[in-house]
C-alpha cells in the first residue's frame, strides 16, 4: 500500500511539527531528550495520523489500538503527536516538566491518550503483551497493541522475556516497532553493547520481522499494513525501523551529547531554523514570549 503524493506530505508536515513542538518543550522546561524524540517523528506521524484507529473524542473507545512508549524518554514526540491529533490542547506542551504539566516520563493518569506509564526501560514490551493478550481474552479481533522500543533498550533481559511470552501466546495482534537509531546515553550501540544480529534474534524468538527505513514515509506507511492485513499468521510481529539519532538537526545527529540535554534558547533558535530549512518553509525561530502567553493562556482555561 503506497500514500498518494498528499498524504506523503501532510505526514511529513506532522513529523515536522513533532519535531518543533518537542525542541520548544524541552527547550521551555530545560530537560529532555532531543535525539531519541527525533528519531521516531516519522513512525509516530504515520502511527496517529494515518495507520491507528484512535479518537481523541473518545479516547476510551474499545475499539482502539493501543500504543506503548516503551522507550518513555522520548515523550516529548509523544505528547508533539497527541497534542496535534487534539487529545489536548497544544499549549500544553509547554507545561513539560513544570510541577503541575505533563511529566518527563510517560504517566498515563496525568496525560490524556496515554495508554501506559513509563520511565525504567524495558517494561514496555512486558506491558504491551499483557493488553494483547487481553483483547485476545475479550474476543476483541480489531484492535492492535503498538510497542515501540529504542535500540539500547534492546540490552535489557526483560525484553527477551517478554518476546517469548508474545510468541508462546500467538500473539500477531502485537506489533513492535524498534526504533534503531544505533546511539545510547554516552555512546553507539555496538561500543556499549551490541545487538547484532538483531533480526536474527527475533526471529530465533519466534516473530516475524520487517526491517525498514524509519525515516521513508512510504515505506513505514507498508510495514504497517502488512504488518496489520498481511503478516499475522499466528506469531507476533516487529518492525525494526533503521533511524537517525538526532533526525533533522546536524548537530544532533548521531550524537549521544544529544541524547539527554536541553538547548539554551539561542541554540534552540538555530535548530528550529534548520528544521525550517529542511521541510522548505519559511525560517521559524524559537520564541519564549510565545511561549509565556500560551502557558498563560492554558493554565487560565482559555
Not at 495507520?51 to 474499545?62: C, Q, T
Not at 515523550?75 to 496535534?84: E, I
Not at 553507539?188 to 527505513?213: C, N, S
Not at 538537526?249 to 548521531?254: G, T
Request: charged share 25%; proline share 4%.
Amino acid at each position: 500500500m503506497q500514500p498518494t503524493q498528499e498524504l506523503s506530505g501532510y505526514l511529513e508536515e506532522m513529523a515536522y511539527q513533532i519535531r518543533r513542538l518537542s525542541v520548544e518543550m524541552i527547550t521551555y522546561g530545560k530537560w529532555g531528550h532531543i535525539g531519541g524524540s527525533f528519531s521516531m517523528a516519522e513512525l509516530l506521524a504515520v502511527l496517529y495520523f494515518h495507520h491507528m484507529r484512535i479518537d481523541p473524542d473518545a479516547p476510551k473507545w474499545e475499539a482502539r489500538d493501543r500504543l506503548v512508549l516503551s522507550k518513555a524518554h522520548g515523550s516529548p514526540a509523544l505528547y508533539a503527536a497527541l497534542a496535534l491529533k487534539g487529545f489536548y490542547p497544544i499549549e500544553a506542551v509547554y507545561t513539560y516538566c513544570e510541577l503541575d504539566g505533563i511529566e518527563g516520563h510517560t504517566d498515563m493518569t496525568r496525560t490524556p491518550g496515554l495508554e501506559s506509564s513509563g520511565g525504567p526501560l524495558g517494561m514496555g514490551l512486558s506491558v504491551a503483551v499483557g493488553m494483547a493478550l487481553g483483547l485476545r481474552f475479550k474476543e476483541n479481533a480489531v484492535a492492535r497493541v503498538f510497542c515501540i522500543l529504542g535500540d539500547g533498550e534492546c540490552n535489557e533481559g526483560n525484553v527477551w522475556e517478554a518476546a517469548m511470552s508474545a510468541a508462546h501466546y500467538h500473539l500477531d495482534n502485537l506489533i513492535a516497532i524498534v526504533d534503531y537509531n544505533k546511539v545510547m546515553a554516552k555512546g553507539f550501540v555496538w561500543d556499549l553493547m551490541g545487538i547484532e544480529p538483531f533480526a536474527a534474534k527475533w526471529r530465533a524468538f519466534g516473530w516475524d520481522v520487517i526491517e525498514i527505513d524509519g525515516h521513508d514515509i512510504p515505506a513505514i506507511v507498508q510495514a504497517l499494513h502488512e504488518a496489520r492485513w498481511v503478516r499475522p499468521a499466528g506469531r507476533p510481529i516487529v518492525i525494526i525501523a533503521h533511524t537517525v539519532k538526532g533526525r533533522g538537526v546536524e548537530m544532533a545527529e548521531f550524537n549521544y551529547k544529544w541524547h539527554t540535554q536541553a538547548p539554551e534558547p539561542a541554540v534552540a533558535d538555530r535548530m528550529l531554523r534548520e528544521l525550517s530549512r529542511r521541510y522548505g518553509r519559511a525560517e521559524e525561530g524559537y520564541s519564549r514570549l510565545h511561549e509565556d502567553d500560551a502557558k498563560e493562556a492554558f493554565y487560565a482555561g482559555e
